[in-house]
C-alpha cells in the first residue's frame, strides 16, 4: 500500500453515534479514536484484555498481538482496536456497538 | 465495626472453568482451599500469561469441574488442634489424591481431569497444545482471593441496561454491603484490613482489572463487550478487589465482614 492509498480518515461506531476519524499512518486504530478524543473502550493497550473487540465492517488490518481474539472472535469479524493498523486502502469501518 | 456479610463463598477447581458455590470453606495464605488448583497451559501461550482460559475459547465457561470428594477439600484436618496451639502454625493441605476432579463438557461428557482422553478432547476443541498443570496452591491471576459485591452487580445492571450475573466475575467472596451510597463500597476498601468471621483476616491490596471473561455468560457463553466496554470507560477497568490472607481461617456463608 503507497502513501497516497493510504486512508486518511476510518468511520467509527460507537454508542450509537457514527464518528469519521482522522488516521496517521502507523497509529493503530484506537490511538487515532483517541487522539480524535473519543472515549473508545480500552484498558491494556496490549492485545490481551479484550476490551476493545469491535466489529470490522470494511476493510482490512493486521494485529500484532491478537492474545484476547478467540477462533470465534475471528469467524465474526472481530477485531482488536488497540493492535488494528490499515494495510489496504479500502474504506475502514469499525464498529464497537456490535 | 461491621461493614458487610458474605453473601456467598465460591472455588473454581479448574482455572476458567465454571466455579462451585460452597456452604463454607477454608482460606489459607494461598486462598481458597481447592481454588483453581488445576489450570491449563497452552504451548503457543504468552510466557507471560501462558493459560489457556475462555479469552481464546469462550465454551471453556461452560465446563463444569468438581471435586469428587468435595467435603474432603472444606477444612484441613485436625484444623481445631492447628487453631487451639496459638502459634499459627499452617494446617497441612490435603493430600494430592483428594483433589481428584471431574469435568463435565458442555455435551454432557464426564471425564477424569487427568485422563489423556479429557486433554485430548479439550485440545481438540480448542486447535491448541495443553499441558495440564496441578498445585495445591490456587493458580490465580495475581492474589489469592477476590471480592466483589452484589451492589456492583446491580449498579452495573441497571447502568447498561442488561442483566449481569454476578458470576460473570468469578469471585470467591460475593458480599453484601452494610453501605448503601457507594455500590462499589469495595473500591474504597484498598489498603484495609478486614476480619471475616471468628478468624480469617484479609488486607484488600488493589482493584480488579478486567477483562474479556466478564463479556461471558456463565450459562451460554455468548459474549457481551458492552459490559466490559462500561467496566473500561466509567470504573478505570476495574470490577471488584483483591485481597491477600493475613490470618487463615474458616468462612462461612453469612459471616459478618468488619473493619481491624
Known amino acids: ?98 | 465495626m461491621k461493614l458487610g456479610s458474605i453473601e456467598s463463598i465460591w472455588r473454581y477447581p479448574v482455572k476458567g472453568m465454571r466455579g462451585e458455590e460452597l456452604p463454607h470453606g477454608y482460606a489459607s495464605f494461598a486462598g481458597l482451599m481447592g481454588d483453581r488448583v488445576y489450570g491449563l497451559v497452552a504451548g503457543d501461550g504468552d510466557p507471560g500469561f501462558p493459560w489457556h482460559t475462555a479469552r481464546e475459547q469462550e465454551e471453556f465457561v461452560l465446563y463444569k469441574a468438581r471435586f469428587t470428594a468435595p467435603d474432603n477439600l472444606l477444612l484441613p484436618d485436625d484444623l481445631d488442634a492447628y487453631e487451639e496451639d496459638g502459634i499459627g502454625v499452617k494446617p497441612l493441605e490435603p493430600a494430592d489424591e483428594v483433589h481428584a476432579v471431574q469435568v463435565e463438557t458442555p455435551t454432557g461428557k464426564s471425564y477424569d481431569i487427568q485422563d489423556p482422553e479429557f486433554l485430548a478432547h479439550l485440545e481438540r476443541a480448542s486447535e491448541r497444545r495443553l499441558k495440564l498443570i496441578f498445585s495445591q496452591k490456587g493458580q490465580q491471576d495475581c492474589r489469592p482471593l477476590s471480592l466483589f459485591s452484589l451492589s456492583a452487580a446491580a449498579q452495573l445492571s441497571a447502568d447498561t441496561g442488561l442483566s449481569v450475573d454476578k458470576r460473570r466475575f468469578r469471585a470467591n467472596f460475593y458480599v453484601e454491603w452494610e453501605n448503601q451510597e457507594d455500590p462499589y463500597f469495595e473500591f474504597s476498601l484498598v489498603g484495609k484490613n478486614l476480619q471475616i468471621g471468628d478468624r480469617l483476616q484479609i488486607a484488600i491490596v488493589e482493584r480488579d482489572p478486567r477483562c474479556k471473561m466478564i463479556t461471558l455468560d456463565p450459562d451460554t457463553a455468548e459474549e457481551t463487550p458492552k459490559l466490559l466496554q462500561y467496566v473500561s470507560r466509567k470504573l478505570g477497568g476495574d470490577a471488584g478487589v483483591f485481597a491477600a490472607v493475613l490470618r487463615e481461617g474458616r468462612v462461612k456463608k453469612g459471616d459478618p465482614i468488619t473493619l481491624l
Open chain 1, 1 to 98: 500500500m503507497t502513501d497516497q492509498d493510504f486512508p486518511s480518515f476510518f468511520r467509527l461506531t460507537l454508542d450509537g453515534e457514527n464518528h469519521q476519524v482522522p488516521l496517521e499512518k502507523g497509529s493503530t486504530l484506537l490511538q487515532a479514536a483517541l487522539a480524535a478524543n473519543i472515549d473508545a473502550p480500552y484498558n491494556c493497550g496490549e492485545g490481551k484484555c479484550g476490551c476493545c473487540l469491535a466489529l470490522l465492517r470494511s476493510g482490512q488490518v493486521s494485529m500484532a498481538v491478537t492474545r484476547a481474539l478467540s477462533k470465534r472472535n475471528r469467524e465474526r469479524g472481530k477485531v482488536l482496536a488497540c493492535q488494528s493498523i490499515p494495510v489496504s486502502a479500502d474504506p475502514l469501518w469499525l464498529d464497537f456497538d456490535q
